[in-house]
């Protein structure tokens, strides 16, 4: 019924950058937040970023200035701008969304696959 897909993952050297990318798709009525996680190996899953439908952000401390939540409204997509990556940066991302579906008058939590970020020499 909802989709989320993410793209952009891959394997960067430290001070790189990566563009994230996730487009929800399916029978969606609307869109409040949206953001991304990400687990480290050997970690629990934590907050990277959010984004909320008037464009306020949260950066969870250890990323910013180098990292930017945005989101295009008109296609379903948040992006994650990635720079100046670091070791500890190594996660899979997974794409959230916090939508309301037709048909349906509340909101529901949705996650992505996840896309694997990887940042070594």
């Known amino acids: 019924q909802v989709q989320l897909v993410e793209s952009g993952g891959g394997l960067v050297q430290p001070g790189g950058s990566l563009r994230l990318s996730c487009v929800a798709s399916g029978s969606i009525f609307s869109i409040n937040r949206m953001g991304w996680y990400r687990q480290g190996p050997g970690k629990e899953r934590e907050l990277v970023a959010t984004?909320?439908?008037?464009?306020?952000?949260n950066y969870v401390d250890s990323v910013k200035g180098r990292f930017t939540i945005s989101r295009d409204n008109a296609k379903n997509t948040v992006y994650l701008q990635m720079n100046i990556l670091k070791p500890e940066d190594t996660a899979v991302y997974y794409c959230?969304?916090?939508?309301?579906?037709?048909?349906?008058?509340?909101?529901?939590?949705?996650w992505g696959q996840g896309t694997h970020v990887t940042v070594s020499s």
């Open positions: 984004i909320s439908t008037s464009g306020r952000t």
């Open positions: 959230y969304a916090y939508l309301r579906v037709l048909r349906f008058g509340a909101d529901s939590d949705y």
